[in-house]
């Protein structure tokens, strides 16, 4: 039995079981960029830096009341909701939005552009009618920093009918997260700050990728 895996293999267990455990980092100033076969950031380390690797696939219920602030609220002005944010810089053309084959987890991200056709002109908000979020993140267990390391590499809002809108690039809306600030907290937070503290609850859907 190889003794120095045991501790590697508790810690990925907890912190896939317990995401809100994970370190907030600050990530606002970082830029997606290709490497061959992978979607990271541009300040990630080099994939031989990379011991062990997940992608997962992650769905966040809106009717729980830790997502509440993620949810449309009419009570709030309508361009300060989470998914209005998303829709209203897809439509100034701020960020792409793309087709994601949820099927096939480990092929090299974005995938295929949306056409400008397939973008809807208005977003369903009438009676919740987004039901959820989905992201898609890697966990990185990195051999330089001996640590778990989480990257959230895509978002979409979902339907009730279970429907994906759009997905985007979540390093490509970063910074319009960290302009944002979710009305109504106890605490000053950003949309940016929500996600990068893992405020949200949030179950796994699917899960693909490599160990060694």
Not at 136 to 142: A, C, G, K, S, T
Not at 184 to 195: C, E, G, P, Q, W
């Amino acid at each position: 039995m190889n003794f120095m895996k045991i501790p590697i293999a508790i810690g990925i267990i907890l912190l896939l079981a317990t995401p809100g455990t994970a370190h907030a980092q600050k990530r606002k100033n970082r830029k997606a960029v290709r490497d061959p076969g992978e979607w990271v950031y541009s300040d990630e380390v080099s994939g031989a830096d990379t011991l062990w690797k997940k992608r997962v696939l992650r769905y966040i219920d809106l009717r729980e009341r830790t997502n509440a602030p993620l949810l449309y609220d009419a009570s709030i002005p309508h361009d300060s909701n989470f998914v209005v944010l998303l829709f209203n810089g897809l439509q100034r053309g701020d960020y792409k939005a793309y087709h994601i084959q949820e099927n096939a987890l480990d092929s090299i991200l974005p995938g295929k552009q949306m056409p400008v056709k397939d973008i809807p002109t208005t977003i369903p908000l009438q009676d919740t009618a987004i039901a959820g979020i989905k992201i898609i993140e890697d966990w990185l267990f990195l051999r330089s920093k001996g640590e778990m390391t989480v990257r959230i590499v895509a978002i979409a809002p979902v339907t009730t009918g279970k429907t994906d809108v759009f997905w985007l690039l979540f390093p490509d809306i970063t910074h319009m997260l960290a302009a944002h600030y979710i009305p109504n907290a106890n605490i000053r937070l950003s949309y940016l700050d929500y996600f990068e503290a893992r405020k949200f609850s949030s179950r796994i859907i699917k899960m693909s990728g490599s160990g060694q």
